[in-house]
């Protein structure tokens, strides 16, 4: 995450992808290979929220969808926006499929250059472009989906984000103005013409590009939706969490009829393994109940870019907002006073200070990578505490200092600054353990709200730490002094662009905790976790 390159230079183009931009999810077997497969493009609005109904063939009675988040607006302050979209009473709302003659729609804007709202096409170009076949129900198809685009109407309530003024504004606009079809007989292209609001997004860089080919491998709609929407917001983070309600219902646009956890997994499940196996992913998980199911999901490729201060960025459900869990999926920036803080410095900082402290490099990467400014001001705070506690040569990190901040910041909500308090049947809040001391990240199990449970937990993290100590003993007693030696100048040379940056003591404490990390790894002393299953 504190890699986000940059091809652009002025304005709006730092800030978000544009036309040369690379697509994030972009599977290794394609990576570098663009004649091999068709790049499209995605407008950020419409990846955000869904469009269509999920079935090829929607419900005439259903005239309407509805959808809604919340986001942090320019000043700071919750900002409920609401995605409303109404069909043409004659043909309905859009379907499935026409998503996948907007992105082809798409496609031919960006092969012109997005220079003009009114695109000329023929048909079997765009039928080719679709991978449909060329026979005479296609074109019916392909003319009824242009009718739908063409009929439908979206009013965005404090959500349509402008990326040339960095505000979500309301408005009610749609996606296609006007089109012409021509048949083969008639010597005069077709032609389409882009909403003027919908084209003057494209125009300021709020595009980026989508994979096409990818897109119409994907088996199912859920599948396609959930691509579109990931691959936004992995553009600029490799982790979200996002409660299970809020990803099916608003952002991906699973029925409503679906009211339990169970069943929305069931929806969402079957997709997020296709995108597993397919390379976007590297991992998902469910963690809570009920309502407060949330979803964790990881990319397998590093974010392109860094989050800009005010970008469009989706919190989590309001019904979280309401608990006063100020971390959030996609947080943006926050303003700290009077301060901007940028999420990638603030992402570089913490790494920095870890390193400093004697976290290995590959360590501090894997404990930020994705985190949202609320988890990162958390780390920062354990980290001046974990200071206080070496000043005071403190007998809670004698053992293993090292071990006792990884332990901390891994799981930052979790683990109990000087006068905080744990609360008492809060699962839904962001969990703390006792002072000085980690729990378990998992749902709590019954036994372990118990102060019995707590109890066994703290005594294998002392344990764990006391085990750490003695196998380094071990480890430092049967190595060379030629190989530690060897070490030492490896993890010195690591760590050499910090040596400017911090005190020529504070260097040679992270240098010696760094050889230490490195020995137990290759003697492999496994991390907590671990450890407990193997003892198990």
Same mark, same amino acid.
């Given at each position: ?8 230079? &002025?304005?709006? %183009?730092q800030?978000?992808p544009?036309?040369h931009?690379v697509?994030?999810?972009l ?11 068709k790049?499209s493009?995605?407008e950020?609005n419409?990846?955000?929220?869904p ?5 090829k063939?929607?419900?005439?009675s259903v005239?309407t ?5 919340y986001?942090?607006?320019?000043n700071g ?6 995605w ?8 309905g709302?859009?379907?499935s499929?026409d998503d996948?003659?907007l992105?082809?729609?798409?496609k ?6 997005v220079?003009?709202?009114k695109? =000329?096409?023929t ?8 991978r /449909?076949?060329?026979e ?8 009824n989906a242009l009718d739908r685009?063409s009929g439908v109407?979206?009013k965005?309530t404090n959500?349509?984000?402008?990326n040339?003024t $960095?505000? =979500? ?11 012409e ?5 008639d010597?005069?292209p077709?032609?389409f013409t882009w909403?003027?609001v !919908?084209?003057?997004?494209?125009q300021?860089?709020?595009? $980026?590009k ?8 994907l088996? @199912?709609?859920?599948? $396609?939706?959930?691509y579109r929407?990931l691959?936004?917001?992995? /553009?600029?983070r #490799?982790r979200i969490?996002?409660?299970?309600f ?6 991906i646009?699973v029925?409503r009829?679906?009211v339990y956890?169970?069943s929305?997994? &069931? &929806?969402?499940?079957?997709?997020l ?6 390379g976007?992913? #590297?991992?998902?998980?469910f963690t809570?109940k009920g309502k407060?199911?949330e979803?964790?999901?990881l990319a397998?490729?590093?974010?392109k $870019?860094?989050l800009p201060a005010n ?10 907002l309401r608990?006063?869990?100020? %971390?959030?999926?996609?947080?943006n920036s926050?303003r700290?006073?009077?301060?901007h803080?940028n999420l990638a410095?603030s ?6 200070? !870890?390193?400093?402290r ?5 360590q501090a ?7 949202g400014?609320a988890?990162?001001e958390r780390?920062? @705070? ?12 403190s007998?809670l ?13 891994e799981k930052p909500?979790?683990f109990v600054?000087?006068?905080?308090r744990?609360s008492?049947?809060?699962a839904t809040e962001?969990?703390r353990?006792?002072q ?6 998992? #749902?709590p199990q019954?036994?372990k ?5 707590r109890? =066994?937990?703290i005594?294998?993290e002392? %344990?764990?730490l006391?085990?750490?100590?003695d196998?380094?003993?071990e480890?430092?007693?049967q190595t060379?002094?030629d190989?530690r030696?060897?070490?030492?100048l490896?993890?010195e040379?690591?760590? #050499?662009?910090?040596?400017?940056h911090?005190?020529?003591?504070r260097f040679?404490?992270?240098?010696q905790?760094?050889? %230490?990390?490195?020995?137990?790894d290759a003697?492999?002393?496994p991390?907590?976790?671990?450890w407990? &299953?193997k003892?198990?």
């Amino acid at each position: 995450m504190v890699n986000g390159s940059s091809d652009n230079t &002025q304005g709006i %183009e730092q800030d978000l992808p544009h036309l040369h931009d690379v697509p994030l999810a972009l599977p290794a077997s394609h990576a570098g290979s663009s004649s091999a497969h068709k790049l499209s493009r995605d407008e950020m609005n419409l990846a955000e929220f869904p469009l269509t109904v999920l079935s090829k063939r929607a419900d005439p009675s259903v005239k309407t969808l509805e959808f809604s988040d919340y986001v942090k607006g320019k000043n700071g302050d919750l900002i409920n926006r609401q995605w409303i979209i109404t069909g043409a009473d004659k043909f309905g709302l859009p379907t499935s499929s026409d998503d996948e003659v907007l992105l082809g729609l798409l496609k031919l804007t960006a092969d012109e250059g997005v220079q003009s709202r009114k695109i =000329h096409f023929t048909r079997y170009e765009l039928l080719r472009i679709l991978r /449909w076949t060329t026979e005479g129900r296609s074109y019916t198809r392909l003319q009824n989906a242009l009718d739908r685009l063409s009929g439908v109407r979206i009013k965005a309530t404090n959500a349509f984000y402008d990326n040339e003024t $960095k505000l =979500h504004s309301t408005r009610n606009f749609g996606i296609i103005d006007a089109y012409e079809i021509n048949d083969g007989r008639d010597t005069r292209p077709s032609f389409f013409t882009w909403s003027e609001v !919908l084209f003057k997004s494209f125009q300021v860089g709020f595009i $980026k590009k989508l994979d096409l080919d990818f897109y119409l491998d994907l088996e @199912s709609a859920v599948s $396609k939706r959930l691509y579109r929407y990931l691959d936004k917001h992995f /553009w600029y983070r #490799s982790r979200i969490q996002v409660n299970l309600f809020t990803l099916a219902h608003e952002k991906i646009g699973v029925s409503r009829n679906y009211v339990y956890a169970s069943s929305l997994r &069931q &929806q969402l499940e079957p997709a997020l393994e296709e995108l597993k196996q397919k390379g976007i992913i #590297s991992d998902f998980e469910f963690t809570g109940k009920g309502k407060s199911t949330e979803v964790t999901i990881l990319a397998v490729h590093a974010p392109k $870019k860094t989050l800009p201060a005010n970008a469009d960025v989706p919190t989590r459900s309001g019904e979280q907002l309401r608990r006063g869990v100020s %971390e959030q999926s996609g947080v943006n920036s926050e303003r700290h006073g009077e301060a901007h803080t940028n999420l990638a410095d603030s992402v570089r900082t913490v790494q920095q200070s !870890l390193v400093e402290r004697g976290l290995a490099e590959k360590q501090a990467f894997r404990l930020t990578a994705g985190q949202g400014s609320a988890t990162l001001e958390r780390m920062q @705070s354990i980290i001046s505490y974990f200071d206080s506690l070496v000043q005071q040569q403190s007998p809670l990190i004698r053992k293993s200092p090292t071990g006792f901040l990884y332990r901390a910041v891994e799981k930052p909500f979790q683990f109990v600054l000087p006068g905080e308090r744990r609360s008492r049947g809060a699962a839904t809040e962001a969990p703390r353990g006792s002072q000085g001391t980690v729990e378990a990240s998992r #749902s709590p199990q019954p036994e372990k709200a118990s102060g019995e449970g707590r109890g =066994h937990k703290i005594h294998l993290e002392v %344990e764990y730490l006391t085990a750490r100590a003695d196998k380094l003993q071990e480890v430092m007693a049967q190595t060379h002094s030629d190989e530690r030696e060897r070490l030492r100048l490896d993890v010195e040379q690591a760590l #050499s662009r910090l040596r400017s940056h911090i005190s020529p003591q504070r260097f040679v404490e992270a240098v010696q905790h760094g050889v %230490e990390q490195r020995l137990l790894d290759a003697n492999g002393f496994p991390e907590f976790e671990l450890w407990v &299953q193997k003892r198990a």
